[in-house]
Nanobody
Framework: VQLVESGGGSVQDGGSLRLSCAVFGDTGSMSCVGWFRQSPGKEREAVAVILTNKGSTYYADSVKGRFTISRDNAWNATYLQMNSLTPEDTAMYYC????????????????WGQGTHVTVS
């Protein structure tokens, strides 16, 4: 399984970005796809996860009401719409996938993309 993120960049405080994650390979076994982020000197943290079959979603408290995770199973893609961005959202954002149920624990995800950077200033 391979994951490729895109859509990162620089945006002003209060702006929006949409991240995309394309999933290749044995996608049928990947029932959970998530977005995580990591800032310099900080641990990697969960942002949002989605069950690809049911569409159930879970969000970190810090992004609830601002970020929306969605999926397009026909295209094996997952998206993260980020609104009302603040400088605290500046980080490298990673897409990850795992079989079985969703968790918010980064170490439980087996497959990871290379990341896409988001800068909010």
């Amino acid at each position: 399984v391979q994951l490729v993120e895109s859509g990162g960049g620089s945006v002003q405080d209060g702006g929006s970005l949409r991240l995309s994650c394309a999933v290749f390979g044995d996608t049928g076994s990947m029932s959970c796809v998530g977005w995580f982020r990591q800032s310099p000197g900080k641990e990697r943290e969960a942002v949002a996860v989605i069950l690809t079959n049911k569409g159930s979603t879970y969000y970190a408290d810090s992004v609830k009401g601002r970020f929306t995770i969605s999926r397009d199973n026909a295209w094996n893609a997952t998206y993260l719409q980020m609104n009302s961005l603040t400088p605290e959202d500046t980080a490298m954002y990673y897409c990850a996938a795992r079989p079985w149920h969703c968790t918010l624990v980064p170490a439980s995800f087996r497959y990871w993309g290379q990341g896409t950077h988001v800068t909010v200033s």
